[in-house]
């Protein structure tokens, strides 16, 4: 038995029999002709026929992985659309063939270009590398008349062993079939990652050049919590392995001296609703509407949006489902909308900033839908929270709108009622004024990623300061302390549905903080309901405590056995 380690990204383990996918070799090129000697016309002619080919099969992928993952994951392949339409990479391969160059040699060169001037860069940038891999592999198999291996139909309990996978191909994998992923390259937030993390199929990334070692065949384990891939793994490792991913629980879950934590599920789309309930998620902690928004030529009407919404709260009867209103800018362009073109967009006019000034007229649509869907069958489950809060008057706004538009639906007699009403806490601004946010709304949720970010002014697609953004560092700590401590004198309750929450080693540490709800990724919820059901909610707090007071980031890492 050895152990080789990389970085885990699914906190799941299996075991199966490794199978190596090299889908390079299948991409030879032939040899380069004599300029004069090549039919200009007829390369640019497979070229074109190439892309649209490429263009088909990149629908397909999202539409399949729309319906099968989520529209989150699924618009990675709208990013790889734009890369085989970028005109200064069409223009350069259609002016490499007018030299003379066969439309494979073309494609081949520019794109090891572009791809080396990504993996140059830093942080998910570079990660962007394997997106461009993506859209050449498409390209190169259409001119080359090249089936691509069939991912999909792998044998039952495979571990698959790459240098690297690219979104599309993990798209393919079949859960129920592949028992793991080992990749030599990649990181936790690369695209490919994520996919995988959404599937529930154990992975470990940027294992190195030692997984070359391991031989096709072979038993092995791969344990995405651990981050390690072992090969040949002895009987008491297969048993521990076994006992990673909890057993899924569909009742609500208590800590060990009872106090009820609600554990719910980040989603994006209504697909995602099915899987998340099969996990055992108390319902939604964030409904991220923005995908509502994407992947078509105009925004979604009043109808189709209250559609949406009923369709999640007949999803979860019983349970409650957060709405978070239309969250666009920043990462998250919407190209039809005209949003405005800036240099540092994360500090911009993002969220709330937009719906209640250029895009008040969609947020008004959007809030139309909200207070229907708020007076329909199991609408009294639905809570709704506004997005990149920084001011008290921007809440105050926000109330005004929902006031006006519920006036509005009196006076036309449309069936309506205000939800449960509540904002993120992303910004050290809303950590700082949770009192006043608090004494008027029902509820906070503590968006992480974001609330990071701006607490320590580091960028998280930025490499070079990945070890400044860590929600670890006291400074964050506190901020989500502020924000509890403030839901605490006053009739509100506190989420997070950031990242941070479904970790399960954090799980103690933030029951210990005083949140009372926490929402992830499905996969991870039952491991976190059974964090807590194991936790006390007393030595929880004195965790917290322990953790507020350390002065560095080291400190808290070290009270918590994290490396």
């Given at each position: 038995m050895r152990t080789l380690s990389g970085v885990g990204t699914t906190p799941l383990s299996g075991v199966g029999r490794a199978r190596w996918y090299r889908p390079e070799g299948a991409l030879s090129l032939p040899e380069r002709p004599d300029p004069e000697a090549v039919d200009r016309e007829a390369e640019r002619d497979r070229f074109e026929r190439a892309r649209a080919e490429a263009g088909e099969a990149l629908d397909a992928a999202r539409d399949r992985t729309a319906e099968r993952v989520g529209a989150d994951e699924a618009a990675v392949f709208e990013a790889h659309r734009q890369f085989l339409d970028d005109p200064q990479l069409v223009d350069d391969i259609r002016e490499a063939i007018a030299d003379g160059a066969l439309a494979e040699h073309a494609v081949a060169d520019r794109f090891a270009e572009a791809v080396a001037q990504f993996e140059g860069m830093e942080g998910r940038m570079a990660e962007r590398a394997d997106d461009l891999r993506d859209v050449r592999d498409r390209l190169l198999r259409a001119?080359?008349?090249?089936?691509?291996?069939?991912?999909?139909?792998?044998?039952?309990?495979?571990?698959?062993?790459?240098?690297?996978?690219?979104?599309?191909?993990?798209?393919?994998?079949?859960?129920?079939?592949?028992?793991?992923?080992?990749?030599?390259?990649g990181g936790r937030t690369a695209h490919a990652a994520i996919i995988a993390r959404a599937l529930s199929i154990p992975a470990v990334v940027g294992v190195g050049d030692g997984l070359a070692t391991v031989d096709e065949g072979v038993d092995v384990l791969v344990d995405g919590e651990a981050g390690e891939v072992v090969v040949d793994p002895d009987d008491s490792r297969r048993a521990a392995a076994g006992g990673v991913e909890a057993p899924v629980r569909t009742e609500r879950v208590?800590?060990?001296?009872?106090?009820?934590?609600?554990?719910?599920?980040?989603?994006?789309?209504?697909?995602?609703?099915?899987?998340?309930?099969?996990?055992?998620?108390?319902?939604?902690?964030?409904?991220?509407?923005?995908?509502?928004?994407?992947?078509?030529?105009?925004?979604?009407?009043e109808d189709e949006q209250y559609e949406t919404i009923t369709a999640a709260l007949a999803a979860f009867p019983d349970d409650r489902v957060v709405v978070r209103t239309l969250d666009i800018g920043g990462?998250?362009?919407?190209?039809?909308l005209d949003t405005p073109t800036e240099t540092n967009p994360f500090l911009g006019r993002r969220g709330i900033r937009l719906s209640l000034d250029e895009h008040a007229d969609l947020f008004e649509t959007q809030l139309r839908a909200l207070l229907r869907?708020?007076?329909?069958?199991?609408?009294?489950?639905l809570a709704v929270m506004v997005p990149m809060i920084a001011r008290v008057e921007e809440v105050d706004a926000a109330l005004e709108r929902v006031e006006a538009v519920a006036d509005d639906l009196d006076t036309a007699g449309i069936d309506h009622a205000v939800p449960e009403l509540g904002a993120m806490v992303e910004t050290p601004a809303a950590a700082f004024v949770a009192?006043?946010?608090?004494?008027?709304?029902?509820?906070?949720?503590?968006?992480?990623?974001?609330?990071?970010q701006y607490v320590m002014a580091a960028d998280r697609e930025n490499e070079g300061v990945a070890e400044l953004h860590d929600p670890l560092h006291p400074a964050v700590l506190r901020a989500i302390d502020r924000t509890t401590r403030a839901t605490a004198d006053a009739d509100a309750w506190v989420g997070m549905c950031g990242e941070m929450a479904g970790d399960p080693a954090l799980t103690e540490l933030l029951v210990g903080l005083g949140l009372d709800e926490l929402s992830m990724s499905a996969v991870t919820v039952p491991t976190v309901k059974a964090q807590v059901r194991e936790t006390d909610a007393d030595e929880a707090a004195a965790l917290a405590e322990r953790a507020l007071a350390c002065q560095t980031r080291e400190g808290v890492r070290d009270l918590l056995g994290r490396e």
């Amino acid at each position: 038995m050895r152990t080789l380690s990389g970085v885990g990204t699914t906190p799941l383990s299996g075991v199966g029999r490794a199978r190596w996918y090299r889908p390079e070799g299948a991409l030879s090129l032939p040899e380069r002709p004599d300029p004069e000697a090549v039919d200009r016309e007829a390369e640019r002619d497979r070229f074109e026929r190439a892309r649209a080919e490429a263009g088909e099969a990149l629908d397909a992928a999202r539409d399949r992985t729309a319906e099968r993952v989520g529209a989150d994951e699924a618009a990675v392949f709208e990013a790889h659309r734009q890369f085989l339409d970028d005109p200064q990479l069409v223009d350069d391969i259609r002016e490499a063939i007018a030299d003379g160059a066969l439309a494979e040699h073309a494609v081949a060169d520019r794109f090891a270009e572009a791809v080396a001037q990504f993996e140059g860069m830093e942080g998910r940038m570079a990660e962007r590398a394997d997106d461009l891999r993506d859209v050449r592999d498409r390209l190169l198999r259409a001119l080359l008349e090249v089936e691509a291996v069939d991912l999909a139909a792998l044998p039952s309990e495979t571990v698959l062993l790459a240098e690297r996978l690219t979104p599309g191909d993990t798209a393919e994998l079949d859960p129920d079939a592949v028992a793991g992923i080992a990749t030599a390259t990649g990181g936790r937030t690369a695209h490919a990652a994520i996919i995988a993390r959404a599937l529930s199929i154990p992975a470990v990334v940027g294992v190195g050049d030692g997984l070359a070692t391991v031989d096709e065949g072979v038993d092995v384990l791969v344990d995405g919590e651990a981050g390690e891939v072992v090969v040949d793994p002895d009987d008491s490792r297969r048993a521990a392995a076994g006992g990673v991913e909890a057993p899924v629980r569909t009742e609500r879950v208590r800590t060990a001296d009872g106090r009820a934590i609600e554990v719910a599920a980040n989603v994006g789309r209504v697909a995602e609703l099915g899987p998340a309930a099969e996990r055992g998620a108390d319902g939604v902690g964030l409904f991220r509407t923005e995908f509502l928004f994407l992947d078509r030529a105009s925004p979604p009407d009043e109808d189709e949006q209250y559609e949406t919404i009923t369709a999640a709260l007949a999803a979860f009867p019983d349970d409650r489902v957060v709405v978070r209103t239309l969250d666009i800018g920043g990462d998250k362009p919407v190209p039809y909308l005209d949003t405005p073109t800036e240099t540092n967009p994360f500090l911009g006019r993002r969220g709330i900033r937009l719906s209640l000034d250029e895009h008040a007229d969609l947020f008004e649509t959007q809030l139309r839908a909200l207070l229907r869907a708020a007076a329909s069958d199991h609408g009294d489950g639905l809570a709704v929270m506004v997005p990149m809060i920084a001011r008290v008057e921007e809440v105050d706004a926000a109330l005004e709108r929902v006031e006006a538009v519920a006036d509005d639906l009196d006076t036309a007699g449309i069936d309506h009622a205000v939800p449960e009403l509540g904002a993120m806490v992303e910004t050290p601004a809303a950590a700082f004024v949770a009192d006043a946010l608090a004494d008027r709304l029902d509820f906070l949720s503590i968006g992480t990623n974001d609330l990071t970010q701006y607490v320590m002014a580091a960028d998280r697609e930025n490499e070079g300061v990945a070890e400044l953004h860590d929600p670890l560092h006291p400074a964050v700590l506190r901020a989500i302390d502020r924000t509890t401590r403030a839901t605490a004198d006053a009739d509100a309750w506190v989420g997070m549905c950031g990242e941070m929450a479904g970790d399960p080693a954090l799980t103690e540490l933030l029951v210990g903080l005083g949140l009372d709800e926490l929402s992830m990724s499905a996969v991870t919820v039952p491991t976190v309901k059974a964090q807590v059901r194991e936790t006390d909610a007393d030595e929880a707090a004195a965790l917290a405590e322990r953790a507020l007071a350390c002065q560095t980031r080291e400190g808290v890492r070290d009270l918590l056995g994290r490396e």
